[in-house]
């Protein structure tokens, strides 16, 4: 017998929050019974459920994974507007204008070291490399599509 893979778990400061971000982001619901303050909430998603926990420590190395995400009905750079606005940070943009590669973005979660200080409207530095990200995302743009918009040329049905 095998296993199957039931949620995929990420350390927060704030289960409830990123949780919810999480599921504007995938177009997913949170389980019925979470709620603000609660230590632990899930949400689920075609094909995915994501679990948080909150953890009263500070992440302290980089993550070995993040999401690749490909929007379904909309263009890669509509998307990354809709995530942006959603509290996303813009942590890297290897967009090219054929409409190949990939901006890398980093959930609310993003600077998690330094969330007691007040909101500034100085640029956020790329933390990419140094680890500081909840959860990186890439979103990916579908070659071969003059909308931009419908299956990746690899996909399968």
Known sequence: MTSLVRHITFDCADAYALAGFWAQVLGGSLAEDDHPGDPEALVTADGVALLFITVPEAKSAKNRVHLDLQPQDRTRDEEVDRLLAL?????????????????????????????????TTEPRPALGRTGRFAICACVYGLRNTSSGVGPAPNATA
Do not use: I, Q, V
């Open 87 to 119: 509290g996303a940070t813009l942590l890297a943009d290897h967009r090219r204008p054929d409409g190949t590669g990939w901006a890398t973005l980093g959930d609310p979660n993003t600077l998690e070291h330094t969330r007691t200080s007040a909101p």
